[in-house]
């Protein structure tokens, strides 16, 4: 429930205080690219709100260094 | 990327040690006595030690390469592409670094202090800090930096001094009972948690008589005598096997302090020291990536991708970290060498670039200069 | 001879002097403290001119310039024609100090309305404004708001030509230089822009000229309707302009490179630029012992500290971490707040409003029922709320520490800013304890870091750390070793005294 609070409060943080700027001086690439990282995020925290388990990058960078932390690790015992 | 508000260097010097205080002190000790028993506090010389060397590979990089980022070092060593997949990877490091400490930030209040409150709140909280201060700049964070360390040092000074008394030697003996592989093994472990790295994308904005040279060298040394200082006064104080089974055994050290018998129980207090400690080392992590996206990008101002990635920050740290369990696995067997690869192997490769293309270019003087001419 | 060019074209003073009068009489409204005295003056050559001096009752005191107008000796007079005339009585009559011609009207309603007095001639279409100010205003007394145990006692009044002579009886210097312009376009109050000028930073000088040029305001009755248009536009709390209301302190500031702004018609003049650990200072550190003042120093460092943070940190405890009381005092304060209805946020909220209200209203109240209110205030209500069962007496134990090391700061404005921030913090401590507590604190520290006054970071010297400056604000070393100005104000130069 909370994170909805931060969600919304992103949003109009943003909103309030970023993106009018940006509006004055036409600069459409950033607003772009802000809105493109605002809708990433808030679609991450849907997944973690909604998602029983939800998705874990380090999950996905342990199978990829775990090889190599292994043979690292064995070197100095 | 040179303008008149540059850091002295003994400010830089400050950054440096909350960069390395971080969250170190609050979680290595148990790293350390979990791996080298009670050697640990030899693994945390050794740790240090290690860092030293890293630092001298980032001052190497730095003398040469003062006004540049490290993302501007990627693009000047491997050319544009290279330089962009790698200055990307970079980026990506330092922001799930962030996340991944405003994370633990959050697991530590929830567990030891606050433990009613949902954990997203706390850490929402904590980013709309850090928010405001990387928007503030790079001046501000620093000179709050410079009014947070006395308050540090009194703060640190109280944690360790009440409990000197309570050491009991015998909890650091036998020394090198299992031989110095163990010490290896955990000073290794030590040094992956400091990831001084993300200090190099502040170099242009330090002065440049000696650029970071005796500063950054001095602030790792400072920064390492404190946590040396308190994974002895755990170790000492609580014994290796009680020390090795906390989660967060600075905070637990903290509940030792007892002044005259009535100022008791004050480890409340102490979290201050690891607050600040983490909030700038937050703070210089996510300026780093933000800097370092807007010189991906080529983007002139940064200030409006502040708040979006903090947000993001949030989400992240929620996602990757469910429970203490997967934290503790995770952070023992995979970081150190994930943050090695980013933190030793990578600048050095950096390192042998640049210093090869140094030497191209000393050794081709006339080849150089003819192909001005033509130009 | 030499006749004036009149700035405005359109409001010529016209030849005759009827027409003059007229037009003065109908534009002020026929005011009743408008006095024209008509006179007729003889010329050389025997012709009788008519002639007037108009002046403002209350404003101005003719007596002594129509005495030599009338009672002189106008033996020598060479004049032919009335313009003649007005030139003979500006080089050889009038005795007053500071005399002017002026050609329009524009010119003739500032010089008349400031209780300068108009002396107009038929035939001619300039006049002569004589300098004959007599004001009725408070004489100089000591100021009540800030007073000191051992120090001058006299405070600016509401003149600024007194206020001004005053500082220029403190720095006998030739390098103490004033500017003034006229701001308000209804009040056209006179403000004063004074520095030293072989000391003054060059650039805090510039910005105060260009912000004060910028002020586009009906009226200026206070030195707050400048300050509030000058300051760094920064919402916050903290005061970024210095205001006194004494010459010494004011003096000082001038000698370290500051800026005095002064505003006509107010005791309070404005210093920039202003740091953030000016507003410990009080001219009394001065003026006693060097290692007394360094302890009551920093005794006011930690009330402003116990100001901002005890109502909070009560809360937080007493609520999150009743680990931390040591253990009698934990039964004591449990078994007080055993017999309260409210949670202990409610509970110093209630009392902290109801101390607002009693000190607002102190301030108001006339001086015979205020000191009674006062004790009334405090001691019996406190105390009948405590029995009552509304609050805990701890609660107003906390709520008198508070209000009492507010009153430690000298200055007022910093108070305020203690005031405001505290409440916040102790909506923070409720919900999330000394967390809340601690990263409320780390938030205004980062917002006063982000704080500038007029170009100068406002924490500095303490950050960016400046070691030299450091004899000046927590401590205050003996004169013997301020060999220097602080750095951080960027003054021209550097050194005040020389070793011995």
Redesign the interface.
Known sequence: ???W???I??WG??CA???P??LREHKIK?LM??SL??I??TA??M??IYMSR?????VW??KW??P???A??SL?? | MVNKDMLSVRTFSILVIFFTIGTSILITPAGLALEANQDGWLAALLGVGLNGLMVLIYILLGKRHNDKTLVEMCHAAFGKWAGNVLGICFVLFFY?LAALMVGDLGYFLTTQNLPET?I??LQ?LFVIIIVFAVRAGLVVYSRAAQIFFPILICFFGLLILPILPKININNFEPMLEYGF??I??AG?SFSGLQEMVVLLMLYPYVKKPASSNGGFMGGVLVGGIVLIVTSMGCIGVMGASVTSNQLFPAYVLAKNISIGHFLERIEGLMIFIWIMSIVMKIVITLDASVIGLGQL?K?K?T???I??????I???A?????NTI?IQD?LS??W???A?IFTLFLPMLLLVVLLLQKKKVDENPISASTEKQKV | MYIPTPTNNDHLLHEYLELNLKQLHEELGYSPDLISRQFQAALANGRIVQGATVYMDGLSSSSMMLQFLFAGNHENDPSTTSAELLDYYQERVIPEGSVHKLASFDELYDMLLTGNSILLLDGCNYALAVGTKELKARSVEEPNVQSVVRGPREGFTEVLGWNTAMIRRKINSRHLWFETLKLGSVTQTKVAIIYIDNLVSESVLELVRERLRKINIDGILESNYIEEQIQDKIYTPFPTIFNSERPDVVAAGLLEGRVAIMVDGTPFALLVPALFTQFFQSSEDYYERADFSTLIRLLRFFSFILATITPSFYIAITTFHQEMLPTTLLYNLAAQREGVPFPAFVEALIMEITFEILREASVRMPKTIGQSISIVGTLVVGQAAVEAGLVSAAMVIVVSITAISNFVLPAFNLGIAARIIRFLLMILAASFGLYGVFIGVIAIIFHLCSLTSFGVSYMAPLAPFNLSDQKDTLFRVPFTSMMTRPKSLNPKRLVRQKKP
């Open positions: 429930m909370w994170l609070v931060g969600i409060g992103a943080w943003v205080v970023d993106v700027p940006l950033e690219l802000v990282i605002m990433v995020m991450g925290s997944t973690y939800p998705p874990n990058p380090l960078l342990g260094i775990s190599y932390a292994r690292l690790y100095m015992s | 799930l949902p997203e709140v929402i592989m163990p290896v093994k290794f990008l983007l101002d200030k409006p991708f708040i979006p990635l903090g947000f993001g949030v989400v992240l929620l996602l990757c970290y469910p997967f995770f067997k995979n150190a060498p994930f090695s």
